[in-house]
């Protein structure tokens, strides 16, 4: 994709702004900036050649970006949204990184101006470790990347935006409503979290792993390694979908825990071959 008259800033340069800004730079933008309330960052990635070095006010860029990625957490993205309604350029594209989707754009449908297009976006990608340190471009290739239009969404913006995300190296992005999204991904990342966050719970002391610990427990509860501050806030927000998840997610435990108590290996045998064909059908 061409974006050599783009200019972009990227809000936020953790683990996914910061990776978000390496891949951009590699499709040479017009101007690629950032902004981030750690000053030591911006000028760390300024130095390492990843964004331009822009003079002026912080929040100046986005009087002249054509594109405004978000990487913040979902209350703090609609803040900076709000907070900056009189700065951004007109007729520019915001999208944002958030792993949720519904209540962002209804509360954005509330103040958005109507010259601005808003496009949520959620790239499936990340690492146990975060920070602009952790940043890595190369968590994006091959990644599923999902986005969110709604009825109102300006379709050529959409277009520039999944071609933007391929060129990125994601996979063909996904387009999903915000509820579908929101109530898809409590089964796909906000359970698996939980799950592997009670695996590491459900030991009386943590001195009764030492010793026991192979491939499969460290796969599964690789992601309870986990952001609290970020996860408590995501959970609150999706709690509805989140219970719902939860709930059927105990259901399928206790019916394999009874069919154990009953020795009813038929029952716990079609529970496993049920799980394999399901699981080789995802990849």
């Given at each position: 994709?061409?974006?050599?008259?783009?200019?972009?800033?990227?809000?936020?340069?953790?683990?996914?702004?910061?990776?978000?800004?390496?891949?951009?730079?590699?499709?040479?933008?017009?101007?690629?900036?950032?902004i981030d309330k750690d000053e030591q960052t911006i000028r760390a990635a300024e130095n390492s050649g990843i964004i331009d070095k822009f003079k002026g006010d912080i929040n100046s860029p986005l009087e002249e970006s054509d594109l405004i990625i978000i990487a913040l957490y979902p209350e703090d993205t609609v803040k900076f949204i709000l907070n900056n309604m009189q700065s951004f350029k007109r007729g520019s594209l915001i999208?944002?990184?958030?792993?949720?989707?519904?209540?962002?754009?209804?509360?954005?449908?509330?103040?958005?101006?109507?010259?601005?297009?808003?496009?949520?976006?959620?790239?499936?990608?990340?690492?146990?470790?975060?920070?602009?340190?952790?940043?890595?471009?190369?968590?994006?290739?091959?990644?599923?990347?999902?986005?969110?239009?709604?009825?109102?969404?300006?379709?050529?913006?959409?277009?520039?935006?999944?071609?933007?995300?391929?060129?990125?190296?994601?996979?063909?992005?996904?387009?999903?409503?915000?509820?579908?999204?929101?109530?898809?991904?409590?089964?796909?990342?906000?359970?698996?979290?939980?799950?592997?966050?009670?695996?590491?719970?459900?030991?009386?002391?943590?001195?009764?792993?030492?010793?026991?610990?192979?491939?499969?427990?460290?796969?599964?509860?690789?992601?309870?390694?986990?952001?609290?501050?970020?996860?408590?806030?995501?959970?609150?927000?999706?709690?509805?979908?989140?219970?719902?998840?939860?709930?059927?997610?105990?259901?399928?435990?206790?019916?394999?825990?009874?069919?154990?108590?009953?020795?009813?290996?038929?029952?716990?045998?079609?529970?496993?071959?049920?799980?394999?064909?399901?699981?080789?059908?995802?990849?």
């Open positions: 994709m061409d974006i050599s008259d783009f200019k972009i800033t990227v809000v936020g340069l953790g683990l996914i702004g910061g990776s978000l800004a390496m891949a951009l730079r590699d499709l040479k933008p017009n101007r690629l900036w950032a999208t944002d990184t958030c792993g949720l989707k519904s209540g962002i754009i209804q509360k954005l449908s509330n103040f958005l101006r109507k010259d601005l297009e808003f496009i949520g976006g959620h790239p499936m990608a990340g690492k146990e470790s975060s920070g602009f340190s952790s940043a890595d471009k190369a968590i994006f290739y091959n990644a599923n990347y999902i986005l969110t239009p709604t009825e109102n969404t300006n379709r050529d913006a959409l277009k520039h935006l999944e071609a933007m995300i391929l060129a990125l190296g994601c996979k063909k992005p996904i387009l999903l409503s915000p509820e579908e999204h929101d109530r898809l991904i409590a089964y796909t990342s906000h359970l698996p979290h939980l799950a592997a966050v009670s695996l590491i719970n459900c030991f009386s002391t943590e001195k009764d792993l030492a010793g026991l610990v192979g491939g499969s427990y460290r796969d599964a509860t690789r992601v309870a390694d986990i952001n609290s501050n970020l996860w408590l806030e995501l959970l609150k927000l999706n709690k509805k979908n989140v219970t719902i998840a939860l709930d059927s997610f105990i259901e399928s435990l206790s019916q394999m825990r009874n069919s154990i108590a009953n020795d009813d290996d038929a029952k716990l045998m079609n529970y496993f071959e049920q799980a394999r064909r399901r699981r080789k059908g995802i990849g």
